[in-house]
């Protein structure tokens, strides 16, 4: 076997480990706290952080703006990330803009990725009109996800339990 074709299969075999990895953290990250648990202890203040209301009426407007502004770089899979300050209006006024990326899987999507005090804001506006919005307080380790006003969820990451896994039970998972 070259050199090349081992590099080639320890590439794979450690990328087929990190998406399971992902996927492992995914299912546990499920398994946290959800709704009915959580919601009784879930802050007024983070609540009201996830309403959408203001969001859902500022997507065209965040559209119009965002897509105009000047692509810093585009991923191979056609990411585009615009500078930080393009969407610091449409965040509230003591927020930290960390990131604004348009997506298109299907529906073009601009994020906003912003910090108020210890609290972390995701916020995908999706061109269709649909807006999710997810909240997360690094204090208490609550999240709140609201997607439309369709669904919204609560967490305690506090409750997540991490899992760890070894290349023969990984393999177990795949056969």
Known sequence: MSKRSFKIIIGCTIGIILILTCYIFYVQGNKATST???IVNIPDDLKKLADIQNEKKMTSQIFDCIAKQP??????RGMKTYDNESAKKFTPPNSEVSEVLMTNFGIPCISIDYDVDNIRVIVDYFKDGKVSKTVYD???GYIVSNFNNEECKYYNSNDVTETERWPENIKKLID
Do not use: G, Y
């Not at 692509?71 to 191979?76: C, Q, S, Y």
């Open 36 to 38: 009915s648990d959580a």
């Open 71 to 76: 692509t810093l770089k585009v991923t191979e």
């Open 138 to 140: 690094r204090e208490s």
